[in-house]
């Protein structure tokens, strides 16, 4: 596989540092990433970046894998099929966790940092990344996106 450059289209998200405005970015090589709310820039991306050099936007070398997807709704949806299933059917359950794996299997997998929460959508290589470690996670003191302290 080809980790440097030839990349198609990809995005990164991130949340402002300065506002908490979270925003999407499509991003390209030596691209400023500027906040549309505050219009600070927290990063730009380095010329000739690939995925192995790390995260573009903190420069982090720990990126992990995740389904790109509302992790709470697939959650959720097993949520609603358990209570349903006890409550009248456990077919209910059986086809809630099937329509859940059906969900899941079709959703992209996206890259984003321990440190700084980037997520970084359509670039190669993320297949190859170590899904969520928590105890890497617990060395940057990484909060999961929406957990304010
Ligand atoms: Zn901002
Ligand atoms: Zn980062």
């Given amino acids: 596989m080809n980790l440097s450059g030839g990349q198609g289209e990809w995005t990164v998200a991130f949340e402002c540092d300065d506002c908490g405005w979270y925003y999407r970015q499509q991003a390209a ?3 400023e990433l500027t906040c549309p709310q505050c219009g600070i820039s927290p990063a730009t991306i380095p010329p000739a970046w690939a995925l192995e050099q790390g995260c573009p936007v903190c420069g982090c070398r720990h990126l992990y894998r995740r389904k790109d997807f509302n992790q709470l709704l697939g959650i959720a949806l097993v949520g609603l099929g358990a209570v349903l299933g006890v409550l009248i059917s456990y077919w209910f359950l059986l086809a809630f966790s099937l329509l859940d794996w059906v969900i899941y299997r079709r959703i992209a997998d996206l890259a ?28 940057y003191e990484f909060k999961p996106a929406g957990e304010k302290t």
Avoid: K, M, N
């Fill in 29 to 31: 090589p030596s691209q």
């Fill in 112 to 139: 984003a940092c321990y440190r700084c929460a980037a997520e970084l959508r359509g670039v190669d290589g993320t297949a190859l990344l170590e899904v969520f470690d928590h105890h890497t996670a617990e060395i």
